[in-house]
């Protein structure tokens, strides 16, 4: 079977873009094209891959779990997370990823390949109770890693974040190996994930890839707690014709991406031939940057009549660690990664799929 995808609709910028929707089955084969990675070659996925998803019901597992449903079929793919998941196409499954004992029978039960670990507590959340947020986030990751490497799964993906980063990083293009000195329990997480990664796959040879995700925007679920979150509720009042308060100063610059972006970039690495992926920490992820005056400019030229205000709280402490913009080169050199979508693109399409939801 042939994993392709139908080609862009207008409203975004590149001519290797496409949506999660596009994708489409053709039966001639069992692979991934992208327009993008058609110019190369294309990458075999084993028709008895079998994936899990850990934390399927979170904002970026919920679209995820679609996708992956979409490009290895329903059955192939089994969404967890702590509470029962409604509305599956495919099988789902209830589990705390910290039960190492259950994690490991479901691996074994559903013959299970792959694994993408997504729970976790986020940056603003994780504030609450860091020593909590600590246990979760590392806890969950070792019990993923072990269970992988005891059972002999032949991929891992997981997700890091900008949240790496601190005020000791060079705050704008901020290159892939930089120092980082994270100032959230959060970002202390991933650093110190990124590395158990890394340190995985070289001394037992386990494939795990992992991007650092910008804040990522999408209009198929809600954010669970990051720091910008900001950017996902702003578009949901604008279509409701309400006005929107910001957590964070109006020239506060954050990278950020679109979920269709986010997305393909996720599937594009993990079918990456292992020897392209040469970063074994984390990828830097850039999709596009933007402060909260600018998206509400690019809004303003849809809904002229938008208004937002600014009332900062401690999430603007958050974001002021954090660098403005990150330079993505070495994924794109790599693995061939390259956004689609800018502000005003993605604004148009956010607009337009949450007018289409609000109007059901
Ligand atoms: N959303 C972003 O902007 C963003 C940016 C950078 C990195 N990330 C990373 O991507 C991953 C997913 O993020 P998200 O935005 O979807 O988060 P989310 O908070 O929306 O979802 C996380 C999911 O994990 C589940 N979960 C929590 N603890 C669990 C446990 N012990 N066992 C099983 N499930 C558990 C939650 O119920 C939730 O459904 C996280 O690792 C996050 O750090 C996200």
Redesign the pocket.
């Given at each position: 079977m042939i994993f392709k995808i139908r080609y862009p609709k207008s409203n975004i910028r590149s001519d290797i873009g496409f949506r999660i929707s596009d994708f489409e089955y053709c039966d001639t084969g069992y692979s991934l094209h992208s327009p993008y990675i058609r110019r190369s070659k294309s990458y075999p996925i084993m028709k008895q891959d079998k994936i899990l998803i850990?934390?399927?019901?979170?904002?970026?597992?919920?679209v995820l779990t679609a996708a992956l449903r979409d490009a290895f079929g329903e059955q192939h793919v089994i969404a967890?997370?702590?509470?029962p998941l409604e509305n599956q196409a495919g099988p789902s499954e209830v589990?705390?990823?910290?039960d190492a004992k259950a994690l490991a029978e479901l691996v074994k039960k559903h013959s299970i390949t792959q694994i993408y670990?997504?729970?976790?507590?986020?940056s603003a959340?994780g504030e609450a109770d860091p020593m909590k947020s600590w246990e979760?986030?590392m806890?969950?990751l070792f019990n993923v890693f072990e269970t992988a490497r005891n059972l002999s799964i032949q991929k891992v993906f997981?997700?890091?974040?900008?949240?790496v980063f601190g005020r000791e990083a060079a705050p704008r293009n901020t290159p892939q190996f930089e120092v980082l000195i994270p100032e959230t329990v959060?970002g202390i997480s991933?650093v110190a994930g990124e590395n158990w990664a890394n340190y995985y796959f070289r001394r037992y040879g386990l494939d795990v890839r992992s991007v650092?995700?910008?804040?990522?925007i999408g209009y198929q679920?809600?954010?669970?707690?990051?720091t910008?979150?900001y950017a996902v509720d702003i578009y949901h009042c604008a279509v409701k014709n309400q006005p929107f308060e910001c957590f964070l100063q109006e020239n506060t610059p954050l990278p950020m991406i679109y979920m269709d972006d986010a997305i393909r970039g996720t599937i594009e690495l993990m079918n990456a031939p292992a020897e392209q992926v040469k970063v074994r920490t984390s990828y830097n992820l850039a999709g596009m940057t933007f402060t909260p005056k600018e998206i509400a400019e690019s809004i303003k030229k849809e809904i002229p009549e938008f208004q937002i205000s600014y009332k900062p709280d401690f999430r603007q402490a958050i974001a002021d660690s954090w660098p403005g913009s990150i330079d993505d080169s070495t994924a794109r050199a790599d693995w061939g990664w390259k956004p689609a979508y800018d502000l005003d693109g993605m604004t148009r399409d956010m607009l337009l799929q949450l007018k289409k939801q609000y109007l059901k």
């Amino acid at each position: 079977m042939i994993f392709k995808i139908r080609y862009p609709k207008s409203n975004i910028r590149s001519d290797i873009g496409f949506r999660i929707s596009d994708f489409e089955y053709c039966d001639t084969g069992y692979s991934l094209h992208s327009p993008y990675i058609r110019r190369s070659k294309s990458y075999p996925i084993m028709k008895q891959d079998k994936i899990l998803i850990i934390g399927a019901g979170g904002q970026i597992g919920t679209v995820l779990t679609a996708a992956l449903r979409d490009a290895f079929g329903e059955q192939h793919v089994i969404a967890s997370d702590l509470r029962p998941l409604e509305n599956q196409a495919g099988p789902s499954e209830v589990l705390n990823a910290l039960d190492a004992k259950a994690l490991a029978e479901l691996v074994k039960k559903h013959s299970i390949t792959q694994i993408y670990h997504l729970a976790a507590i986020l940056s603003a959340k994780g504030e609450a109770d860091p020593m909590k947020s600590w246990e979760i986030n590392m806890g969950s990751l070792f019990n993923v890693f072990e269970t992988a490497r005891n059972l002999s799964i032949q991929k891992v993906f997981y997700p890091s974040s900008i949240a790496v980063f601190g005020r000791e990083a060079a705050p704008r293009n901020t290159p892939q190996f930089e120092v980082l000195i994270p100032e959230t329990v959060y970002g202390i997480s991933k650093v110190a994930g990124e590395n158990w990664a890394n340190y995985y796959f070289r001394r037992y040879g386990l494939d795990v890839r992992s991007v650092r995700y910008p804040g990522i925007i999408g209009y198929q679920s809600m954010p669970g707690g990051g720091t910008t979150d900001y950017a996902v509720d702003i578009y949901h009042c604008a279509v409701k014709n309400q006005p929107f308060e910001c957590f964070l100063q109006e020239n506060t610059p954050l990278p950020m991406i679109y979920m269709d972006d986010a997305i393909r970039g996720t599937i594009e690495l993990m079918n990456a031939p292992a020897e392209q992926v040469k970063v074994r920490t984390s990828y830097n992820l850039a999709g596009m940057t933007f402060t909260p005056k600018e998206i509400a400019e690019s809004i303003k030229k849809e809904i002229p009549e938008f208004q937002i205000s600014y009332k900062p709280d401690f999430r603007q402490a958050i974001a002021d660690s954090w660098p403005g913009s990150i330079d993505d080169s070495t994924a794109r050199a790599d693995w061939g990664w390259k956004p689609a979508y800018d502000l005003d693109g993605m604004t148009r399409d956010m607009l337009l799929q949450l007018k289409k939801q609000y109007l059901k």
